[in-house]
T-cell receptor
Framework: GAGVSQSPSNKVTEKGKDVELRCDPI?????LYWYRQSLGQGLEFLIY????????KSGLPSDRFSAERTGGSVSTLTIQRTQQEDSAVYLC??????????????FGPGTRLTVT | GQNIDQPTEMTATEGAIVQINCTYQ??????LFWYQQHAGEAPTFLSY??LDGLEEKGRFSSFLSRSKGYSYLLLKELQMKDSASYLC?????????WGAGTKLIIKP
């Protein structure tokens, strides 16, 4: 079946502009994660959605970052007034959940964001 | 706090064996994952350990000791295509806490 998809694959934007990144998780996966990865660095957790529960936004680096998940499926990560330090690869992952414990995460190909 | 430690970089020879270690300190534990990430690509799942001991999957094996907060990934019969970063991650409650990754360089 289809894996996790993300769009766009690449985004170049000017400092100060807003951007929207989209993630389509695997069908049936109730858990959805957003991560950020700078060049040569590890994964930085941003936000977690699980079913209809309130999302865990503890990883969002500033109030310029927000995310929503509509209908328990597609998610959009929005970055307002982009800054050069926002340049990174933004990865989305989804997983099944058993009880309160998610299974392994499947990653999308990522969106490479460059802020000029 | 929550912390995952793994070496930054390792070098090994094609055909040899390499062990990548990971130590962790987390508030909760629901299992430990290893992922492989080739340059410019997304991470892909390799293994999952929740009980102590060794899990073998082909050329790759993963070991866990919960009492020691320690895991390793063992790669046998190394191939050039194994050159990648290997990420250790611990499921703490519902959240995966990620290590920074170990870049594995394979030399012919």
């Amino acid at each position: 079946g289809a894996g996790v998809s993300q769009s766009p694959s690449n985004k170049v934007t000017e400092k100060g502009k807003d951007v929207e990144l989209r993630c389509d998780p695997i069908s049936g996966h109730t858990a959805l994660y957003w991560y950020r990865q700078s060049l040569g660095q590890g994964l930085e957790f941003l936000i977690y959605f699980q079913g209809n529960s309130a999302p865990d936004k503890s990883g969002l680096p500033s109030d310029r970052f927000s995310a929503e998940r509509t209908g328990g499926s597609v998610s959009t990560l929005t970055i307002q007034r982009t800054q050069q330090e926002d340049s990174a690869v933004y990865l989305c992952a989804s997983s099944l959940v058993a009880g309160q414990v998610p299974y392994e995460q499947y990653f999308g190909p990522g969106t490479r964001l460059t802020v000029t | 706090g929550q912390n995952i430690d793994q070496p930054t970089e390792m070098t090994a020879t094609e055909g040899a064996i390499v062990q990548i270690n990971c130590t962790y300190q987390t508030s909760g534990f629901n299992g430990l994952f290893w992922y492989q990430q080739h340059a410019g690509e997304a991470p892909t799942f390799l293994s999952y350990n929740v009980l102590d001991g060794l899990e073998e999957k082909g050329r790759f094996s993963s070991f866990l000791s919960r009492s020691k907060g320690y895991s390793y990934l063992l790669l046998k019969e190394l191939q050039m295509k194994d050159s990648a970063s290997y990420l250790c991650a611990v499921m703490s409650n519902y959240q995966l806490i990620w290590g920074a990754g170990t870049k594995l360089i394979i030399k012919p």
